[in-house]
């Protein structure tokens, strides 16, 4: 069972730098691919970036392209987002996101994720 916890999140000066982090507590963190996704107060929650089970194949949304950087672990079962320049509209709640086992697919929807974590606040202040 895959059970994600998230941190990282705080304050940060828009054009500042965060690296958000989740932890598997769960033994199968290896067989599962990741994902990052965010919601902002009033919005639906959004695909950020994600990167495959085996660690070679990485995902952006375009708004976050050339800013963010996902990537993993499997020896400490962490995955982790470095986010660079930040935007206030980049503020949101960042969930940790499973699909898998062994999910080799491209797209990543948030109705199809079979673990979340709770999320790590994330705020830009302008």
């Known amino acids: 069972q895959v059970q994600l916890v998230e941190s990282g999140g705080r304050l940060v000066q828009a054009g500042g730098s965060l690296r958000l982090s989740c932890a598997d507590s769960?033994?199968?963190?290896?067989?599962?691919?990741m994902a990052w996704f965010r919601q902002a107060p009033g919005k639906e929650r959004e695909f950020v970036a994600a990167?495959?089970?085996?660690?070679?194949?990485?995902f952006y949304a375009d708004s976050v392209k050339g800013r963010f950087t996902i990537s993993r672990d499997n020896a400490k079962n962490t995955v982790s987002l470095q986010m660079n320049s930040l935007k206030p509209e980049d503020a949101a709640v960042y969930y940790c996101?499973?699909?898998?086992?062994?999910?080799?697919?491209?797209?990543?929807?948030?109705?199809?994720?079979?673990?979340w974590g709770k999320g790590t606040l994330v705020t830009v202040s302008s």
């Open positions: 996101a499973a699909k898998g086992p062994y999910y080799r697919g491209t797209y990543y929807y948030t109705n199809a994720m079979d673990y």
């Open positions: 990167i495959s089970w085996e660690g070679s194949r990485m």
């Open positions: 769960g033994r199968t963190f290896n067989n599962y691919a």
